[in-house]
């Protein structure tokens, strides 16, 4: 996400034709390369850069239903509402902050709920709240094709009044913002359906992804408990938005059981999710104070306690990989001692602990050297059957790049896949065996060069 935001910033293109040397397969629209990429401009190339458009995207998220929480709700539910969106941040970490397309979807789908629920209420145009949900989706698209599952309950909630004419409008307004950013020059159509289209079509459900989705999908349903205690006193659009969420909820198990993919797909429901946990209590309990404060407390907990694991997580992540501190002034090191030349990083044999040093090739991109080869999108063109790029076999045999920086002690280019284990990166391996040798060792990297170099 880092270096093809970079790309962006710099007026490259995002998206290359598979025959490129460069070609890196991407399911994601350009929104969220687009989002990140405005920091990077704004602030240079850096790798904390980098992390602002998902860390931005969550605060934006929260101050999105903080509005929509005072003005829907009244004052007095800006404390809980707050509350509830962020315990659901925190038990969605890392995903709902970190450098991924997630965020701005999760974004996107707050600014919706506070835009349909406000303009859909009666005294305002009936076109208004469709417009603007219509704008938001085609965005929300943008980002990931199943976009529009997420706003899908709030088109029966907010913009069904005059719906023969709502919904075509609201078609018609995502359609065309689906559409715009593809007029860009780094975003040529046709490379991102042809990815989108090889990709999708291979893949299907893994048992153990849908069992973990099913898992964490679990405190999702917690406002649908309360369905059955506040149905009476709910208006009929309500009844269909908390419906139309629950059978969302369920299809999006799909996108998040499938092969490559993991629960994290069903994040941005979360600003639907804290919405109807205040709808729903307050539906169901408003007759009894007490309960209500009980009520929402345990709304609030659960998440929390949910979450806590997921701090602990991340702290230990952090705590434990404070080492790439060393690992990034040694990549600063390699390129010092070969000024103007091309420093590519490539992979060893780890495909988890190792492999995460690798995440650091975004300095190398920040400072102008190619990465023309990418773990994860190499795994995903091996799982679909795409052959070998000969581009790429061709400029690795020419020794394009004089140098490579491969994690230390470690065989290049060794690294099984995580789909069935496949042996996806053997033909660049051989290639690059044959033009390279080893040059120096590292505590982190070791540097490889060209034979005779």
């Not at 890196?24 to 980098?50: E, H, R, V």
């Amino acid at each position: 996400m880092a270096i093809r935001s970079w790309r962006v910033a710099q007026g490259l293109p995002a998206y290359m034709p598979p025959d490129a040397p460069d070609f890196l397969l991407t399911l994601y629209g350009p929104l969220p390369y687009l989002w990140n990429g405005l920091w990077l401009n704004l602030f240079g190339g850096a790798i904390a850069c980098s992390k602002l458009g998902g860390i931005l995207a969550a605060l934006l998220t929260l101050a999105a239903f903080a509005h929509h929480a005072w003005h829907r709700f009244g004052p007095i539910w800006l404390a809980p509402g707050l509350a509830l969106m962020s315990a659901g941040l925190l038990m969605a970490t890392p995903f709902s902050l970190w450098t991924r397309a997630d965020p701005v979807t999760l974004m996107l789908v707050a600014l919706a709920l506070t835009a349909t629920a406000q303009l859909g209420r009666s005294g305002k145009s009936w076109w208004m709240a469709p417009l603007a949900l219509g704008v938001l989706t085609g965005l929300a698209m943008n980002v990931k094709a199943h976009g529009f599952l997420f706003m899908a309950p709030l088109a029966l909630g907010f913009a069904a009044r005059r719906w023969p004419f709502a919904w075509p409008l609201a078609s018609l307004a995502a359609a065309l913002a689906w559409y715009a950013p593809f007029l860009l020059p780094s975003f040529p159509l046709e490379p991102y359906l042809g990815g989108l289209q090889r990709a999708v079509g291979v893949r299907g459900i893994e048992t153990d992804l849908l069992l973990l989705s099913i898992k964490r999908m679990l405190p999702f349903l917690a406002p649908l408990l309360l369905l059955p205690w506040a149905w009476k006193n709910l208006p009929g659009n309500e009844r269909l938005y908390a419906l139309a969420y629950g059978a969302c909820l369920a299809i999006g198990l799909y996108p998040a059981s499938v092969a490559g993919s993991a629960w994290y797909q069903l994040i941005p429901f979360l600003p639907l999710w804290a919405d109807l946990c205040l709808r729903l209590s307050r539906a169901a309990l408003a007759e009894r104070p007490r309960r209500l404060l009980a009520g929402l407390t345990l709304l609030i907990l659960i998440p929390l306690l949910l979450g806590w694991p997921s701090q602990r997580r991340l702290q230990k992540y952090m705590s434990e990989r404070a080492f790439m501190t060393e690992a990034a002034a040694e990549i600063e090191a390699a390129m010092a001692r070969h000024p103007g030349q091309a420093v590519e990083m490539g992979f060893g044999r780890d495909v988890a602990e190792t492999y995460r040093t690798t995440f650091l090739k975004p300095m190398l991109a920040f400072k102008g050297h190619p990465t023309s080869l990418d773990g994860w999108s190499d795994m995903e063109m091996a799982f679909i059957g795409m052959k070998p790029s000969e581009s790429r076999r061709d400029r690795l045999s020419g020794c394009a790049s004089p140098w490579w920086l491969i994690p230390a002690g470690e065989p290049p280019f060794t690294m099984p896949s995580v789909f069935q284990g496949q042996d996806f990166l053997f033909a660049y391996r051989q290639s690059f065996l044959e033009a390279y040798e080893l040059k120096e060792k590292g505590q982190f990297f070791d540097l490889w060069g060209c034979r005779g170099g």
